[in-house]
């Protein structure tokens, strides 16, 4: 298949999202005057799974992501905080923090920039995410960033991918390509959208779902002779 618009996830894609947020969340954590322990983590961790969970699956609104995670999470620690100024803190934090790039990113958005058309889908937000990507230093290899908050719905929603495609001059989703690493967002909103995809499976994950994705890859460098 001959692709001409790759779409690549951002988080744990591109960039490596767990380091970066184990940073931020122990530095905001301790501005706080709280020490982020293990089990603070694996409790935040639940109730931002959980969020996120329900916002893709059109429960709730990504407001009530952003602005409940850090509230609820004290609440269950008997503690009662400002959900919204700790999540803005924490946006400057990941935004202001070290990029990790995953292995080989940099080289090939770098290559795959001069022969193909690159473009961000993520279901972050705005700001944030062109900071990172700004800051890793990939910003000027993609043509656009799309993102849940600026669209108003998030992967896997078919509607997402309309958006996307939408505002893409020349798309065809015959040329298309979605890269990145979840099933149940990337490679099933490639499926409900009629966009071939390609999984990114580091760590050999089985996959026991019926979520089939067109390309199972373990290194990004792979991309190469998927995209020749």
């Keep these: 298949m001959s ?3 790759l779409l690549f996830d951002l988080d744990d894609t591109l960039l490596d999202f767990g380091a970066n947020e184990t940073d931020s969340l122990t530095q905001l954590f301790q501005q706080y ?3 982020f322990s293990d089990e603070l983590f694996q409790l935040y961790n639940s109730v931002n799974k959980q969020l996120w ?3 893709e699956n059109g429960i709730i609104t990504l407001d009530v992501v952003l602005n409940a995670r850090f509230s609820e999470t004290m609440l269950r620690m008997g503690a009662v905080v400002d959900g919204p100024e700790w999540e803005s803190r924490y ?3 990941l935004g202001e923090g070290e990029q990790v790039h995953i292995e080989g990113a940099s080289e090939v958005c770098q290559r795959l920039s001069t022969t193909h058309r690159l473009f961000i889908i993520t279901n972050g937000i705005t700001r944030t995410q062109i900071k990172r990507l700004k800051t890793a230093g990939l910003y000027d290899y993609f043509e656009d960033i799309f993102d849940s908050q600026s669209i108003g719905y998030s992967k896997p929603s078919p509607k997402f991918f309309d958006h996307v495609s939408s505002q893409i001059s020349n798309f065809n989703k015959e040329e298309a390509l979605i890269i990145g ?3 149940n967002t990337d490679i099933r909103g490639g499926l409900l959208a009629g ?3 390609c999984w990114i499976n580091r760590s050999l994950k089985p996959n026991a779902s019926d979520i089939q ?3 199972t890859i373990t290194s990004l460098t792979e991309l190469y002779k998927i995209c020749s």
């Design 53 to 55: 969970a329900d916002y």
């Design 181 to 183: 690493d979840s099933l």
């Design 3 to 5: 692709y001409k618009v």
């Design 91 to 93: 946006r400057e934090l």
């Design 213 to 215: 994705s067109t390309y």
């Design 33 to 35: 005057g709280h020490v």
């Design 195 to 197: 966009i071939d995809t």
